[in-house]
Nanobody, 128 residues
Framework: VQLQASGGGLVQAGGSLRLSCTAS????????MGWFRQDPGREREFVAAISPSGDSTYYAMSVKGRFTISRDNAKNTVYLQMNSLKPEDTAVYYCAAVKAGRYYSISYYRTPPRYDYWGQGTQVTVSS
């Protein structure tokens, strides 16, 4: 699976961005998908995850109520709608995928080692 993240950019605090993650090589309909972010010198941080069908989602507390993860399996694309952005949301954002297998609750997918495939990242910068 090759993942391509896009949609990052520079936005003022309080603004919105929508990130997209498009897959090639495999259909995403049987994959759990996640978004993570990373600042230089810091560990990669979980943002959100979504089940293959899209009926289950899970968010980091820092973004809950502001960000929404969704997917369109027909387009092989996962989205991260980010509203009410804050300067502390500034980071490189990565999408990740892992094929569904044994059942786990969606919260299981909140750590990077759960994922097998990663996109290249897209920079989000929020100015104050």
């Amino acid at each position: 699976v090759q993942l391509q993240a896009s949609g990052g950019g520079l936005v003022q605090a309080g603004g919105s961005l929508r990130l997209s993650c498009t897959a090639s090589g495999r259909t995403l309909s049987t994959y759990y998908m996640g978004w993570f972010r990373q600042d230089p010198g810091r560990e990669r941080e979980f943002v959100a995850a979504i089940s293959p069908s899209g009926d289950s989602t899970y968010y980091a507390m820092s973004v809950k109520g502001r960000f929404t993860i969704s997917r369109d399996n027909a387009k092989n694309t996962v989205y991260l709608q980010m509203n009410s952005l804050k300067p502390e949301d500034t980071a490189v954002y990565y999408c990740a995928a892992v094929k569904a297998g044994r059942y786990y609750s969606i919260s299981y997918y909140r750590t990077p080692p759960r994922y097998d495939y990663w996109g290249q990242g897209t920079q989000v910068t929020v100015s104050s």
